[in-house]
Structures are given as C-alpha cells and as structure tokens.
C-alpha cells in the first residue's frame, strides 16, 4: 500500500512556541519523493519542499525544519518560534516509484492554528 | 508569468447540469493534474495528463471527463451534476512527477 499519514489533525499553539508536524508514510519502492505543502486561509497551496528517497539530510531553512528518516519512514516538519502567519493546513505529500505512477498521494492535512 | 490559473472561480450547479473547469499553464509543462479537495480527506486526483493528447485516471474519476487538445490546456468536465461532487478542484502542473506541482487557485463548486 502506498499512503500518507498525518495523525494530527489540529494543533494549536501560542506565538513563538515550536510546533513539529507529522508525517508517516508507506511505500515499498526505493525511489520516491517527499513533499509538504501549505494551504493559508487563502485556499491557495504553497510548495515547501521536495525531497528524494536517497537524501536523508536534513533540512534548515529560517524558521523552518524538515526531518527525514528512513528507518521510520517519517518526514516530520518542525516550526520554531511559530507566528500567527503560520496559521494554514499543511499537507504531506509522497510521490512513489521515482515519478513512475505519476500521482502524488496527499496526506488528509494537519491544521496548525498559532494564537496571538 | 501567470503560472497556473483556473476558469470559473466559483460555480453552483443544479443536480443534473454540465459544466467545464479550464485550466491553463504557461510554464511549458508536460504534466497536468486535477483534484478535488473535501474537508477532512485531503486531496484526491481525479485525473491526469502526462501531454498533449493524453489523459489517464487517477484515484477518483467516475463522473468526470477530461481533454487536453492543447499543452497549456487541460479541461474538466462533469456531465451531469451530483451533489456529491461538490467540492474545491485544484489544477496543477509539473516538469515530472518527482518535481514539484504548481497549483491554481481552485474553483468552488457547489450542486445543489
């Protein structure tokens, strides 16, 4: 089976707390890529950022941080110091067989509300 | 650079009514995707072009048809109406699978 889970589906926090987003994933390939998307109140998505099978590195960029780990098929996100303009749906997502199917899977999303 | 835009914004049907989503990209993309995104379940492809004159199903087709005589274009249509299909549709594109996809801004379609 090929499938994103993200098991929270609300979270909420107070401005400049730190908050990690969940994501599990499924798939027996060993070439597939990772994706999180954000959805503001706005209704558009908003990429964040991709990552293949082959790179665990993990990634740093300003307030944001992605965890990528194999070994638990995880591919958790983590906001520092969170802002109220951080306040949207964010999905993952999971590409599988290197592209091969052509379909990207979406996790149901989790909404992260900050308060001021 | 428009990048992915989408024709209707909103739109309520009656149960029965046909209506065509267009979307266009101008980007040079092969790939071209639609969704539609219900509360809850994230979101869900309906159907899929990997170019020009091409078209495949994706998870949730039934109800929908789709074309793309143009590259830049890729068409959804529902013949007749459900309420169940009412819904946000999101089009997007991509260089390839594996990249990112680009979305528009959904459309809103309510069947009542």
């Known amino acids: 089976a090929q499938k994103v889970t993200q098991a929270q589906t609300e979270i909420s926090v107070v401005e400049k707390e730190d908050v990690t987003l969940d994501c599990v994933y499924e798939t027996r390939d060993t070439t597939y890529y990772l994706f999180w998307y954000k959805q503001p109140p706005s209704g558009e998505l908003v990429f964040l950022i991709r990552?293949?099978?082959?790179?665990?590195q993990n990634e740093i960029s300003g307030r944001y941080s992605w965890n990528f780990q194999k070994s638990t098929s995880s591919f958790n996100f983590t906001i520092t110091a969170s802002q109220v303009v951080d306040s949207a749906v964010y999905f993952c997502a999971l590409v599988p067989g290197g592209g091969a199917t052509n379909k990207l899977i979406f996790g149901t999303g989790t909404l992260l509300a900050v308060q001021p | 650079n428009a990048g992915v835009t989408q024709t209707p914004k909103f739109r309520v049907l009656k149960t029965g009514q046909s209506m065509t989503l267009l979307c266009a990209q101008d980007m040079n993309h092969e790939y071209m995707y639609w969704y539609r995104q219900d509360p809850g379940m994230g979101l869900r492809l309906i159907h899929y072009?990997?170019?020009?004159?091409?078209?495949a199903k994706g998870e949730v087709p039934d109800g929908y048809n789709v074309s793309r005589l143009k590259k830049q274009n890729f068409l959804l249509g529902l013949e007749s109406a459900a309420p169940s299909q009412t819904s946000v549709y999101f089009c997007?594109?991509?260089?390839?699978?594996?990249?990112?996809?680009?979305f528009g801004p959904g459309t809103r379609l309510t069947v009542l």
């Open positions: 997007a594109s991509s260089y390839h699978p594996g990249n990112e996809q680009f």
């Open positions: 072009s990997v170019g020009e004159g091409t078209t």
């Open positions: 990552r293949n099978s082959f790179d665990e």
